[in-house]
């Protein structure tokens, strides 16, 4: 868990309340330090004050989006207001809560960020594998599986290509048959899940 809040009783209360269930923290005073570090920081929640010195959290947020980041995160704050609220849920917080917050309270709110960071971790895996298997394929079955994506039929695909219905078939089980799927929409999956019909 990264704690970013510009108050350090709160911080190390936070630090000690994690501790206490088994959870290891990073404390972090400001944005800027939060920031400087996050190249050598484990993945994991981040537990961040909408007000800081040097910056909005929601401000950081943006600046965590930009850089690629996914770390799932729970604002905090002694002065909410829906918009602040309804403007960190845009961003993608996984929760609100207004200080002063039970232990209960936290632990929830954290427990839902650690599910998030399971599955966008989970995908990940899923999409580097999809990923893998897709750069079996030749750069034609690649082209006729994204005009299969794109809901076009073989003869279609045959004539965008400049070959026969039939190598098209060829081509399309190809695919099938390296990439160990039975059925298009398996295919099509595959396909999506590894980014491949993006462009």
Do not use: W
Not at 34 to 50: I, M, R, T, V
Not at 56 to 85: F, K
Not at 92 to 112: H, I, Q, Y
Request: charged letters at 30%.
């Amino acid at each position: 868990m990264h704690i970013v809040d510009d108050d350090e009783m709160v911080r190390r209360s936070l630090a000690f309340m994690l501790a206490s269930e088994g959870l290891q923290t990073t404390q972090h005073d400001s944005a800027a330090s939060f920031l400087a570090a996050l190249p050598e920081l484990e993945e994991g929640c981040l537990l961040l004050d909408l007000r800081l010195g040097d910056a909005n959290g929601i401000d950081l947020q943006r600046r965590l989006h930009e850089n690629g980041s996914v770390m799932p995160v729970v604002i905090m704050t002694g002065q909410a207001d829906v918009s602040s609220a309804v403007a960190a849920m845009k961003e993608g917080a996984v929760d609100f809560l207004e200080k002063p917050f039970s232990k209960a309270d936290l632990l929830t709110a954290l427990r839902s960020a650690c599910e998030r960071l399971a599955r966008e971790q989970k995908g990940d895996i899923e999409r580097d594998n999809a990923r893998h298997l897709m750069e079996q394929l030749s750069p034609r079955e690649r082209q006729v599986l994204k005009g299969l994506a794109r809901g076009k039929a073989n003869k279609n695909i045959a004539f965008d290509l400049g070959i026969s219905p039939r190598t098209v078939e060829i081509h399309r089980s190809n695919a099938m048959r390296k990439l160990n799927v039975r059925s298009l929409p398996e295919l099509l999956h595959l396909a999506f899940r590894a980014g491949e019909m993006d462009d």
